[in-house]
């Protein structure tokens, strides 16, 4: 569809052109004008960056050219096009996102599945649409700003538990840390020796305890397994807390 008009672009041959494109099956389109007006130039593109691949919107500016005595000549310049390869980006993006939507509520769904109604901690409505999921503590376990969370890192193929102690000052919680007995400090961070677990306070001085394990949580097949590994690490987390460890961060934050 090719929409023409003279002089500057205005609001009515815009109407015509959305009303043809309705009417119509119409899937290009190219207003041609002498000059297209800035609020038309954001609507066309607008029109590109929103519209499905298949459809492509031009603006075209027509100047007529003499060069001494010679015939004007027209001279049209494309001042607006599809760009395609950022199109084709956004909707492949589009599409990864809600894959990747889809994969995260199968995946904690499939692990809600997998709780055990006696398991000790306040578990979630239904599958968050998010990296990780917050079993809760309950009761008189609760404690402001604490939590266990399960995560997982699609791009280093690994899954987690974590306890989330809340935010600390780094010099006590140190000191705290290496305290504790069965810690000890290495590179300024409390590790338990041979568990592969460990202590850390990270960017946002949240103080955390967590344990990792290496697992792709792509593989549907290899769910059962990281479901199970995962609840039972934030099990033996809470056991940990209810054995002494709530007391002990009740002695850090009231030091601080």
Request: negative net charge.
């Amino acid at each position: 569809m090719i929409e023409n008009q003279f002089e500057t672009s205005d609001h009515r041959h815009l109407g015509q052109i959305l009303t043809y494109l309705v009417g119509t099956e119409a899937r290009t389109v190219v207003w041609i004008a002498e000059r297209i007006r800035e609020e038309h130039r954001a609507v066309i593109d607008g029109l590109n960056e929103t519209t499905p691949l298949e459809y492509a919107f031009f603006r075209v500016e027509l100047e007529v050219w003499r060069i001494g005595d010679s015939v004007p000549a027209p001279r049209l310049e494309v001042v607006a096009r599809p760009n395609d390869w950022v199109r084709r980006q956004k909707e492949r993006n589009r599409v990864t996102e809600m894959e990747d939507y889809q994969r995260r509520m199968e995946f904690w769904g499939a692990m809600l599945d997998r709780v055990p109604s006696d398991f000790a901690l306040g578990v979630p409505a239904r599958a968050p649409n998010q990296g990780w999921m917050k079993f809760s503590m309950t009761g008189e376990d609760a404690l402001l700003g604490c939590g266990i969370y399960c995560y997982r890192l699609l791009g280093k193929n690994r899954v987690g538990v974590y306890l989330s102690l809340g935010r600390q000052d780094p010099e006590r919680t140190a000191e705290w840390l290496a305290g504790i007995a069965g810690y000890r400090l290495v590179d300024g961070a409390a590790r338990k020796p041979a568990t592969g677990a460990g202590w850390e306070i990270n960017r946002s001085q949240l103080l955390q305890f967590f344990v990792t394990l290496d697992a792709d949580a792509m593989d549907e097949t290899d769910w059962p397994r990281q479901h199970d590994w995962m609840i039972s690490q934030a099990s033996a987390m809470i056991q940990d807390w209810r054995s002494g460890l709530r007391a002990d961060v009740m002695r850090l934050i009231d030091a601080s």
